[in-house]
């Protein structure tokens, strides 16, 4: 099931188009940084995010990370 909805995340394009970060993460004073490398049926995408992960890096994370436990 999260294969399924990895799958259909990285098929559109739209989805992994870089965001501002939440108002809540908008200011830290010691920021973690997410990178995201996305190569998938022949386009390449990177996001890289401080005080993050947020939005598609978030998204990505938990269907990668799902079932782990």
């Known amino acids: ?3 399924a909805a990895l799958e ?3 098929d559109d394009p739209a ?3 870089e ?5 809540e ?3 830290c ?3 973690p940084s997410a990178d995201l490398e ?3 049926r022949g386009r390449a995408e990177r ?3 401080t005080c993050g992960p947020w939005g598609a890096v978030a998204r990505v994370e938990t269907l990668l990370t799902a079932g782990r436990d």
Not at 19 to 23: E, I, N, R, S
Request: proline residues 19%; glycine residues 4%.
């Open 29 to 31: 004073l010691d920021p």
């Open 47 to 49: 996001i890289s995010q």
């Open 1 to 3: 099931q999260e294969g």
């Open 38 to 40: 996305v190569r998938w």
């Open 15 to 17: 989805a992994l188009v």
């Open 19 to 23: 965001t501002p970060p939440p108002p």
């Open 25 to 27: 993460q908008d200011h």
């Open 8 to 10: 259909a995340l990285l």
